[in-house]
């Protein structure tokens, strides 16, 4: 059979109109009768790879005004398999744009909301529990979900974000920036941090073109056209599938079993992943110490510890009530900040530490050369966050008579699951760590060695310096606990 290029890329160019109420998307086999396998240059975040699922993979293009907008040839099959066919827009997908003062408020904001999280989690939570979240994985689906919610339902969420101060629009605009400079920053310095979006759609669900276009412009969201209705497992398969891939492995399934069910219509997920190595790495080897825990009691656990006789360049605080350290990864950039409260529980002092302690503690660092022990970590954690955010403030969102999802699609949607998995690893050389969130909808210098010894809870934190953005923050009760 002839193969015809124009006819193609007319079947491609519906993909950019199928928001329309009476118009449903394109069923694979039909773009495959009429077109041929194109191999195109993958573009930003656009998923690399083939799919093995009965799924349709897009990449969003910006949609222009339904019916008079030629054909994008800028859209193009990239690969096939079988009935899953994958498009990608060679331009556009998550387009930079001018944001001034943009990433440092959502990353002020994100500080703020990581602090809050932390505490309605430390509240919800047994003393002997460790805490274990990615603030800035969470702050990304939340403030895509935020895009499409009008009313109530998006000042509440612009409230927990703390970015009321921000238009949606400007804080997925500052996200944007934000994620591609802290990405382009670690490539720079030999340092993984990455960030990936995606959208899950139940198929024929009619979409709000600004809302999908946003996304795309943003968040560079890869699309995925599935069928919760008559095929939830499968559609459930394909997410873990992307999550497995988009955290190198470490997180394989987001969602608890029977979570995503046939009145799912769509699901906003986000994967988070950094990989770096310490500045200057510990002594290679372990070697076990007692850490004392909140019962009085004292467990032995493995620590990290400075090689003999060359104490570690770094930067500590030893104040009334408080010690803290921080250790830079390769480049110096990115660090982890270590926070010891010395007097009073670790649940207490999470309870009341403010972004302006916060902000005292970094400020008090000084450079020091650190004879420094600190158990090494291993850990792992599960979260169902709607409690949590209603605690934070966000109630509409999760009322099937109050939620205002109108800004997606004209079909009334109601936030039923939000999921986040985690891990963290920190050994002698570096640190990784992971997270994946899904939010799912149904239709409604240095100095003599100063001895430091992190021996009872303490908060772990992963941060930028240079805008003070948290990525990963943990609450260690007892490092023995996976």
């Known amino acids: 059979m002839e193969i015809n290029d124009e006819l193609i890329d007319r079947r491609l160019a519906t993909l950019t109109t199928a928001s329309s109420d009476t118009e449903s998307w394109l ?35 910006p949609i222009g005004l339904r019916n008079k907008t030629p054909p994008d040839a800028s859209l193009h099959v990239s690969a096939t398999l079988g009935p899953a066919i994958q498009l990608i827009s060679a331009g556009h997908l998550g387009e930079s744009t001018p944001t001034g003062r943009l990433p440092a408020a959502a990353a002020q904001s994100e500080q703020q909301f990581s602090l809050s999280l932390l505490k309605q989690l430390s509240a919800s939570g047994t003393p002997s529990s460790n805490i274990l979240v990615s603030p800035s994985s969470l702050s990304i689906a939340l403030s895509m979900l935020e895009l499409g919610a009008r009313g109530d339902t998006e000042t509440q969420i612009a409230r927990a974000l703390d970015s009321g101060n921000l238009t949606a629009q400007q804080q997925a605009a500052g996200w944007s920036a ?62 873990n599938r992307w999550v497995a891939q988009e955290t190198h492995g470490h997180i394989t399934t987001l969602f608890a079993p029977g979570a995503i069910t046939n009145q799912t219509a769509l699901i906003l997920a986000n994967a988070v992943y950094f990989k770096a190595a310490w500045q200057q790495p510990f002594s290679g080897t372990t070697s076990a110490g007692s850490f004392h825990l ?50 009073g529980s670790i649940s207490e002092f999470s309870a009341s530490f403010s972004q302006a302690e916060l902000a005292h503690v ?42 205002d999802f109108s800004g997606m699609t004209s079909t009334p949607l109601v936030v039923t699951d939000v999921a986040q998995k985690d891990t963290l690893s920190v050994t002698p050389w570096g640190s990784e760590a992971t997270a994946a969130t899904g939010v799912g909808m149904e239709s409604s210098a240095r100095r003599a060695a100063l001895a430091l010894v992190i021996d009872q809870p303490y908060l772990f934190l992963i941060r930028d310096r240079q805008t003070g953005e948290i990525l990963f923050e943990a609450q260690v009760v007892d490092p023995a606990r996976g």
């Open 27 to 61: 069923e694979p086999s039909e773009i495959r009768r009429n077109g041929r396998k194109r191999q195109v240059r993958r573009r930003g975040a656009g998923i690399g790879g083939a799919v093995v699922v009965v799924v349709l993979l897009a990449t969003l293009i």
């Open 178 to 239: 934000l994620s591609t400079e802290l990405a382009l920053a670690g490539a720079s310095d030999g340092i993984s941090v990455q960030s990936a979006n995606s959208v899950w759609l139940q198929k024929g669900l009619a979409m709000d073109p600004t809302f999908m276009s946003s996304l795309s412009r943003y968040f560079a969201s890869g699309v995925w056209q599935v069928d919760f209705a008559s095929d939830p497992a499968g559609a459930i398969d394909a997410l």
């Open 294 to 343: 909140p019962s009085g009691t004292t467990t032995s656990v493995p620590y990290l510890r400075t090689p003999a006789n060359a104490p570690l360049d770094g930067s500590a605080f030893v104040g009334s009530g408080v010690d803290a350290v921080q250790l830079p990864y390769q480049g110096g950039r990115l660090a982890a900040l270590i926070i010891m409260p010395t007097s």
């Open 362 to 403: 970094v400020s008090s660092l000084a450079p020091s050369a650190l004879d420094l022990a600190m158990p090494s970590l291993s850990l792992s954690a599960s979260h169902e966050l709607i409690p949590t955010l209603k605690g934070l403030g966000i109630q509409d969102a999760f009322d099937p008579g109050a939620a």
